[in-house]
């Protein structure tokens, strides 16, 4: 990669990072583009150049951390053997990696654009990617024999809900009841899916 280029993919990443981190911290509507470009130290032109709108950054900054999320996990689930095991694995995965005020962020997000605008929707199919690749986890669980043969996309849903709504509990509870939390919500719920009782 010549300098330009390898400058221009710094810059990018630098309005991506400074963007996440300060969506998170004061929320979608109250950062504005004059916040990132001072975060960042670029130029309102070099962020106009990489992004037409902070509607769009919202966009790829959301995709891009949802990718990443789930190839983190990928990797660590890869040598967990049982799909039952995977789901425990994930509730301490969530815990750790759940970005509650992102979330929040893609709530205001959504408010703002719409949900039927044309970025609405690219938002909503980014989400429903995470969705997606969740399905695959629980149709392996039903493939194996692990749960009962439902609708895997419904199912898949039904858990990313439940997990988050739990993370609503970051608030009153430390990382390690958070865990606890999660774990205990996890076999309530593989009591319901399950074919056989879990361990």
């Not at 990669?1 to 963007?19: G, P, V």
């Not at 690219?122 to 399905?135: C, H």
């Not at 606890?180 to 719920?189: D, E, N, P, V």
């Not at 319901?192 to 361990?199: A, E, F, K, N, R």
Request: aromatic share 12%; glycine share 6%.
């Amino acid at each position: 990669m010549n300098k330009r280029l390898y400058d221009a993919a710094q810059t990018r990443k630098k309005l991506i990072d400074s963007a996440m981190a300060l969506f998170a911290q004061k929320g979608y509507a109250a950062t504005s583009i004059d916040d990132i470009c001072a975060h960042s130290y670029c130029s309102k032109g070099s962020l106009y150049y990489h992004f037409h709108s902070k509607e769009q950054l919202f966009l790829e900054l959301a995709e891009q951390a949802f990718k990443e999320s789930w190839n983190v996990w990928n990797e660590l689930s890869a040598p967990i053997p049982s799909v039952r095991d995977k789901l425990y694995a994930y509730a301490d995965y969530f815990v750790d990696h759940h970005n509650k005020p992102l979330n929040k962020a893609g709530e205001e997000f959504i408010a703002k654009v719409g949900p039927q605008s044309e970025i609405g929707m690219k938002f909503f199919a980014i989400v429903m990617g995470v969705v997606d690749d969740f399905e695959k986890l629980v149709a392996e669980g039903i493939a194996s024999g692990e749960f009962k043969n439902e609708n895997s996309k419904e199912l898949a849903f039904m858990i990313l809900s439940y997990y988050s709504g739990l993370s609503d509990s970051r608030s009153f509870l430390d990382r390690e009841g958070m865990k606890s939390l999660f774990r205990k919500a996890t076999t309530l719920l593989l009591e319901g899916i399950s074919l056989t009782s879990p361990t």
